[in-house]
């Protein structure tokens, strides 16, 4: 009675019971998982914070801006200009000296490649600051007013402030602190005053503020306030944060000397009124700036303390949460182990060995052995609904079996490649012409997408006009493209449906029409353009000249003395020289020019690109140059000349007919000028 009750039990009383143990399972899990996750976003806050304030690249960009910018390298070279204090050298050497050596460290921990270019514009500065330092520091002993040892030691720093940009974006990034709401207020303390050491230093307030002094320049001026507004900002960003003591009196002493700084803007301005020099501006807007750099320091120290303290909170955030975890799963697993016991037992004995055997089943089935007996038809449950569904299967599979036999065997016999995939492109049959075609093994192709044949197909199975013959780009198993036709048909093989794609490969006549094509547009003499490939490439380059708003040069080019050549030597000869002509033309000219023959003795070429009409020039020079050779043919030298014409677009005009036509006009007046300066001239 028992045996008989379990034998017929319901797949969904089964589930019942499962999903009752599953629920009970979900509330620990819940429950769990809720504690767990407080502390885990915790842990997740703390380190943030602690990995961005922690990370070494930051440790040493920060550094780098100290080195470089207010207080640092450049800061001290601007004071060396300004006061021609000699101990300020060895100063500024120091500090140039940090800076390598932060970019050496930089490139220790394997910079990406944006960082490791950014790096090298750095370095390519702080050489040129070293090597101005050097000539400053010559020219002011010879005496050399400081107005021009500045213009002779100015330095581009717009490269190497692009690269500090690109250090602080990338480590950003590395370190997921991108955010696209902008949202200021969870910018730690150590990215603050990094972005106050910016705002300050190289390329900065006291960048700007030095240049201005030094150079009297409203512009720089206006930078250094600039700057001092977002140091401002800046500040108050800083303010926001909690606080130690220490951090408060550094503010408040860079914020002051800030200030000042601020009240010698407009003296600076009263003084440049008055034409003053910039040794008497320094001297009466100098500030003493060892406050505010004792200030980034303190901030530095502070932030080093906090990060300490992170860290300590963070270890204990992340032992507890281990400690929690550790006591939560052991009751997990006792809480489960009995429910785990019971549904084994009935899944084993009730679920588990009726499938089994219908998996023995349909193995059999899968192996090609239909003559077998399907276990469980007669239950009446899930179980049985499958087996009965397996024995219909089984019985299907017998009438396709023949049907599908005949579908092979056409298909293996066919000349042309077939390929039968189902709905989704999947390869299900590669016959063998498919085989020789793409040089694959059966098994290797079976299985996967017609896209790896196919994989610039513009047109998917069901988008393609049923019949149709397409041209498209096949790839072989070497990994060579190569031109195919193909064409796809729909087929419903039982209530399976497919497609059969029936490729044909047309490399030889895609290779013949190649051939035709090129001998319709190249000279057979020379191997230069004809003028059928002339015209069209002249139409081209003024099309795409007008929208680049570039200029196009046509020359036009006649051989003096070349019928003499033909009666004389022959047309072998004749031809000879035409070649060694055509050659030369192709040597002088660019890959985007084009040299073309255009009959008898007459060449063009279609300089493409030209910015201006001026550069022109060249290229002429050049093939000037290039045809004033001699020519030997048979170890004969040829006298011979030649006469050029140029038009110029959109100069002289913007149509073809019109450039041809002064093209032609100048090269037939230039051959009225005596040219016997040398075997080849050109005018025009």
């Known amino acids: 009675m028992s045996n008989s009750l379990f034998k017929h039990i319901k797949l969904s009383t089964i589930g019942l019971f499962f999903t009752c143990g599953f629920?009970?399972?979900?509330?620990?899990?819940?429950?769990?998982?809720?504690v767990i996750n407080n502390n885990v976003t915790l842990v997740a806050s703390v380190w943030s914070e602690y990995k961005t304030d922690k990370s070494e690249k930051v440790r040493i960009d920060s550094a780098l801006r100290s080195a470089l910018g207010y207080?640092?390298?450049?800061?001290?070279?601007?004071?060396?200009?300004?006061?021609?204090?000699?101990?300020?050298?060895?100063?500024?050497?120091?500090?140039?000296?940090?800076?390598?050596?932060?970019?050496?460290?930089?490139?220790?921990?394997?910079?990406?490649?944006?960082?490791?270019?950014?790096?090298?514009?750095?370095?390519?500065?702080?050489?040129?600051?070293?090597?101005?330092?050097?000539?400053?520091?010559l020219?002011?002993?010879?005496?050399?007013?400081?107005?021009?040892?500045?213009?002779?030691?100015?330095?581009?720093?717009?490269?190497?402030?692009?690269?500090?940009?690109?250090?602080?974006?990338?480590?950003?990034?590395?370190?997921?602190?991108?955010?696209?709401?902008?949202?200021?207020?969870?910018?730690?303390?150590?990215n603050l005053a990094v972005k106050l050491r910016s705002a300050l230093g190289y390329g900065g307030f006291i960048h700007n503020f030095k240049n201005a002094v030094l150079r009297g320049n409203e512009r720089y001026l206006s930078k250094a306030v600039s700057c001092l507004a977002k140091a401002d900002e800046i500040i108050t960003l800083y303010r926001n944060k909690s606080l130690t003591s220490a951090e408060k009196?550094?503010?408040?002493?860079?914020?002051?000397?800030?200030?000042?700084?601020?009240?010698?803007?407009?003296?600076?301005?009263?003084?440049?009124?008055?034409?003053?020099?910039?040794?008497?501006?320094?001297?009466?807007v100098k500030i003493d700036d060892k406050s505010a750099?004792?200030?980034?320091?303190?901030?530095?120290?502070?932030?080093?303390?906090?990060?300490?303290?992170?860290?300590?909170?963070?270890?204990?955030?992340?032992?507890f949460v281990s400690q929690l975890i550790n006591w939560l799963s052991w009751f997990t697993i006792i809480f489960t182990t009995g429910f785990i016991i019971t549904a084994i037992l009935l899944m084993r004995n009730r679920l588990m060995l009726p499938i089994k055997g219908l998996i023995t089943s349909m193995k059999k089935l899968a192996e090609g052995n239909f003559n077998i007996e399907v276990f469980a038809t007669d239950r009446d449950n899930e179980i049985g609904e499958m087996a009965r569904s397996l024995e219909i299967f089984r019985a299907n599979a017998l009438k396709h079996r023949d049907s599908e036999a005949q579908v092979k065997a056409v298909i293996n016999t066919a000349v042309h490649a077939i390929v039968t995939t189902n709905d989704r492109g999947v390869i299900l049959a590669f016959n063998p012409a498919a085989l020789a075609i793409f040089d694959y093994e059966l098994d290797d192709i079976l299985g996967r997408n017609i896209k790896l044949l196919l994989p610039k197909a513009n047109k998917t199975f069901t988008e393609s006009e049923q019949g149709k013959v397409y041209e498209e780009e096949a790839l072989r198993a070497n990994g060579i493209h190569f031109p195919i036709e193909m064409s796809i048909n729909e087929m419903t093989v039982g209530d399976k449906l497919m497609y059969t794609t029936v490729i044909h490969d047309i490399t030889a006549r895609k290779a013949a029409e190649a051939e035709i094509r090129k001998l319709a547009m190249t000279d057979p003499l020379t191997g230069v353009a004809n003028r059928n490939q002339f015209e069209l490439r002249i139409e081209e380059a003024l099309d795409v000249a007008k929208i680049n708003n570039k200029s196009v040069g046509l020359m036009l080019i006649d051989l003096n003395k070349f019928k003499p050549v033909n009666d004389t030597y022959g047309h072998q000869v004749g031809d000879i020289l035409l070649q060694q002509v055509a050659a030369r033309m192709v040597d002088a000219s660019r890959q985007t020019d084009t040299v073309a023959r255009l009959g008898g003795d007459e060449f063009a070429i279609i300089l493409n690109h030209l910015d201006t009409p001026e550069c022109i020039e060249v290229p002429i020079s050049r093939l000037v140059s290039e045809l004033s050779k001699p020519y030997f043919v048979n170890d004969m030298m040829l006298d011979v000349t030649a006469s050029m014409g140029v038009s110029m677009y959109p100069?002289?005009?913007?149509?073809?007919?019109?450039?041809?036509?002064?093209?032609?006009?100048?090269?037939?007046k230039n051959k009225n000028i005596d040219l016997t300066s040398s075997p080849i001239s050109a005018n025009g």
């Open 139 to 190: 020219l002011f002993k010879q005496g050399v007013p400081l107005t021009e040892v500045d213009k002779n030691v100015a330095i581009d720093d717009s490269l190497a402030m692009r690269g500090l940009q690109i250090l602080n974006l990338e480590l950003q990034q590395e370190l997921q602190l991108v955010d696209g709401n902008n949202d200021t207020l969870h910018i730690s303390k150590a």
């Open 71 to 137: 207080g640092g390298a450049i800061h001290e070279f601007k004071n060396y200009l300004l006061r021609q204090e000699p101990w300020r050298i060895e100063r500024v050497q120091a500090k140039l000296g940090a800076v390598n050596s932060a970019i050496i460290q930089f490139n220790t921990l394997g910079p990406t490649n944006s960082q490791a270019i950014a790096l090298n514009d750095i370095k390519n500065m702080v050489d040129a600051y070293s090597a101005a330092l050097t000539q400053a520091e």
């Open 23 to 34: 629920v009970l399972s979900a509330l620990v899990f819940i429950t769990s998982s809720i």
């Open 249 to 284: 009196l550094a503010l408040e002493d860079i914020d002051r000397t800030l200030n000042n700084y601020k009240q010698e803007v407009a003296t600076i301005r009263q003084l440049l009124s008055q034409d003053k020099t910039a040794h008497e501006i320094d001297k009466q």
């Open 293 to 319: 750099l004792r200030g980034l320091s303190v901030l530095d120290r502070e932030i080093v303390i906090q990060i300490e303290q992170n860290a300590e909170n963070m270890s204990d955030t992340l032992s």
């Open 651 to 668: 100069q002289d005009d913007t149509s073809v007919d019109e450039l041809l036509r002064k093209a032609d006009l100048a090269m037939y």
